[in-house]
């Protein structure tokens, strides 16, 4: 706990977007943001959230200005409310600006909100003088965003759902780093038609939780799907590892699908991609790549290095689709300096 001697100034803090492979999906504890399951995901590289917060006691209200631009309400009210937490905890009251910007498309099912809300954690909590343990940062990043607090970490990371009440024994911890694997990639497939996210994942998942009659066999099915998720991973077994991401992708999907109203986040495109994956690993009689995508569009296609010249060609002939990206497992969040 803080108090309000504490140095107040300026921090700036840097994350990237994770691609979970074992997804989160539904809150047990909206209080407390505890999910139902844990989750597995992959920090990538290349793409950054810089966040800057500079407390400032002149300032009336939170500010945000988000690629250039001043934020509307519904994001810098959810700012606001992290912001809220870092004051109370360090015992101080005056308001921020926050200053972030992507090099990637925000709200795209790029995960913009993993690594901003990461980002927007490990800013806020150093500019208040708040000296928070990776951990303790974890457990601050998913009030802004659940799968935010998997983009502190670099390379492979879980995020332990755990089963305490008070959600001590729920945070994010890495389980291999960013070099663990130097073959595997992602394929990030682009599509020119991917809409805007209309409903939050927060809340969407919510109404999974309420609604589809497949959650419940979903939860039963994840702890094992994790397990053998983590020793795929640990061997470098891409052969165990592609169609279990594949088979946990399309539970979550139908999940979404089967909750009323309907979640449906792909378009015509998305579908494409995921079927030629398929023809793909049918055509080689072995496993040479796996689909995953969040609560958006676009999809991620996980491969070997080897592979990916001509998975690439494959699936940039497909029609709708803009431009692939092609990244590897990242670091994790750090701070870029701080001036009280
Ligand atoms: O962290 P949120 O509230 O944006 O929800 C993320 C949900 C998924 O991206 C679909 C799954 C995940 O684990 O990242």
């Not at 309000?4 to 209080?31: C, F, H, M, Q």
């Not at 934020?71 to 101080?92: K, N, Y």
């Not at 990637?104 to 909590?125: I, Q, R």
Request: glycine share 8%; net charge positive; charged share 25%.
């Amino acid at each position: 706990m803080g108090s309000a001697s504490r140095p107040v100034g300026r921090a700036t803090y840097e994350a990237a977007p994770n691609i979970a492979l074992v997804k989160y999906w539904g809150v047990r504890d909206p209080k407390l943001a505890l999910p139902y399951n844990s989750s597995l995901s992959v920090t990538l590289d290349r793409m950054r959230t810089r966040t800057t917060v500079t407390f400032d006691p002149d300032q009336v209200d939170d500010t945000l200005e988000l690629n250039g631009k001043l934020a509307a309400e519904p994001a810098r009210r959810s700012v606001s409310e992290l912001l809220d937490r870092i004051r109370a905890r360090a015992g101080i009251a005056s308001r921020a600006q926050v200053v972030s910007s992507n090099n990637f498309p925000t709200a795209s099912g790029l995960a913009s909100s993993a690594s901003g809300f990461a980002a927007l954690a490990g800013a806020g909590a150093a500019a208040a003088g708040l000296r928070l343990r990776p951990r303790e940062l974890s457990q601050l990043a998913r009030y802004g965003s659940g799968s935010a607090c998997r983009s502190i970490f670099g390379g492979f990371v879980e995020w332990r759902a755990g089963s305490r009440p008070d959600g001590r024994d729920c945070y994010a911890a890495p389980l291999f780093g960013p070099d663990h694997w130097p073959a595997l990639r992602d394929l990030v497939v682009l599509l020119a038609d991917a809409p805007e996210k209309q409903v939050r994942s927060a809340v969407a998942m919510q109404a999974s939780v309420r609604t589809s009659p497949a959650f419940a066999q979903r939860q039963s099915e994840v702890p094992s799907r994790i397990a053998a998720i983590r020793r795929a991973i640990r061997d470098r077994d891409a052969g165990a590892l592609l169609p279990l991401i594949m088979e946990e992708c399309d539970s979550f999907r139908n999940v979404c699908e089967t909750t009323r109203p309907s979640l449906d986040y792909l378009t015509a495109t998305s579908r494409a991609v995921l079927a030629e994956v398929l023809r793909i690993n049918a055509g080689a009689g072995r496993p040479v790549a796996g689909y995953t995508h969040d609560a958006g569009a676009h999809v991620h296609v996980f491969l070997l290095a080897r592979d990916a010249a001509s998975v690439r060609r494959r699936l940039a002939r497909i029609r709708g689709v803009r431009s692939t990206l092609l990244l590897r497992p990242g670091p994790g969040g750090r701070a870029i300096g701080r001036a009280v």
